[in-house]
């Protein structure tokens, strides 16, 4: 059981470059979000899904893209690299239907330190 | 817009003092609550969680935090901090909008130094 995974752990890009980040988790979630972390404004919501085939927008989805085709896996898509984009990303996972219970904690990769010059 | 707000930016503390960080949140309906604990380059980890219940719950490495409903606060306490404490702080709250609802809105944190 290893949890939430999260490659890469670091990311250069250069302004306009896209790329994929990855996220699996391997607990029988329904629930997976991607957070953006910045000094002083705590995790902000990017995008969610709740189940496989659905995803909804957070707080701040402009310049991403998600898609979930299978519950394990949630990746993050930047199309065009900006320095705004530059931060802390963590993917979450919670709520096992199975369970019966919508209370639930959040589970956390180990985030990916993302740099846009 | 539900919104988590917490007291403190930075708290810097000597070894064995006393540890109390606020937690507020904006919402009224039915909610969980959480801290996170973050160490240096480190992911978020879970320290204690409310679901219902007795308001005062305890959670790992000595912590404890109390929900007072009427105040809509969630304050994290612990009686002696430690160097090891040294960490960044999130109180975090899902809002469960007709009994669903997994998204989670996180405080900006508090950033605790612990000098030995």
């Known amino acids: 059981n290893a949890g939430v995974t999260q490659t890469p752990k670091f990311q250069v890009l250069k302004t306009g470059q896209s790329m994929t980040l990855q996220c699996a988790q391997d607990m029988n979630h329904e629930y997976m979000s991607w957070y953006r972390q910045d000094p002083g404004m705590g995790l902000r919501l990017i995008h969610y899904?709740?189940?496989?085939?659905?995803?909804d927008q957070g707080e701040v989805p402009n310049g991403y893209n998600v898609s979930r085709s299978t519950t394990e896996d949630f990746p993050l898509r930047l199309l065009s690299a900006a320095p705004s984009q530059t931060s802390v990303y963590f993917c979450a996972s919670s709520y096992d239907r199975d369970r019966g219970t919508y209370n639930a904690e959040a589970f956390f990769g180990q985030g990916t330190r993302l740099t846009v010059v | 817009a539900q919104s988590v707000s917490q007291h403190n930016h930075h708290v810097i503390l000597s070894e064995a003092a006393s540890l109390e960080l606020g937690c507020n949140y904006s919402?009224?309906?039915?909610?969980?609550l959480f801290w996170y604990v973050q160490y240096p380059g480190q992911h978020l980890q879970l320290l204690l969680k409310?679901?219902?219940?007795?308001?005062l719950v305890k959670g790992i490495k000595g912590f404890e935090a109390e929900f007072i409903k009427s105040k809509f606060s969630f304050n994290l306490r612990k009686p002696s901090v430690q160097w090891s404490d040294t960490a960044e702080y999130f109180c975090a709250v899902k809002f469960l909008r007709d009994n669903y609802g997994q998204n989670f809105v996180f405080g900006p944190g508090t950033r605790l130094s612990v000098l030995p």
């Open positions: 919402y009224g309906g039915t909610v969980n």
């Open positions: 899904s709740v189940g496989a085939g659905i995803t």
């Open positions: 409310y679901f219902s219940g007795d308001p």
